[in-house]
């Protein structure tokens, strides 16, 4: 089984910056991906970024420029930086895992942008 725990949500003004990290624990393969979504209230659930373990990077059009991110796979963790922040980024944020032996999510972190 895998295990995924986010942290580093909260609540930031308009403009400011946010560090999500996720570690998976676990039986981890060598070869995945690791993603982070976000669902905002009454909101489907979308794609934020996404980055294969040969660091592969992928971006939402709504992120580009203002997110990065990245993964340390001596450690399984995978960030978010996040710059910039809309009030329209407000959201809980997922963090998945998906390799051979199937797809997995972490419980969530709440984000928050005033503005």
């Known amino acids: 089984q895998v295990q995924l725990v986010e942290s580093g949500g909260g609540l930031v003004q308009a403009g400011g910056s946010l560090r999500l990290s996720c570690a998976a624990s676990?039986?981890?393969?060598?070869?995945?991906?690791m993603s982070w979504y976000r669902q905002a209230p009454g909101k489907q659930r979308q794609l934020v970024a996404e980055?294969?373990?040969?660091?592969?990077?992928n971006y939402a059009d709504s992120v580009k420029g203002r997110c990065t991110i990245s993964r340390d796979n001596a450690k399984n963790t995978v960030y978010l930086q996040m710059n910039s922040l809309k009030p329209e980024d407000t959201a809980v944020y997922y963090c998945?895992?998906?390799?051979?032996?199937?797809?997995?999510w972490g419980q969530g972190t709440q984000v928050t942008v005033s503005s």
């Open positions: 980055i294969t373990s040969g660091s592969t990077t």
């Open positions: 676990g039986s981890i393969s060598s070869w995945n991906v």
């Open positions: 998945r895992l998906t390799q051979a032996t199937g797809t997995y």
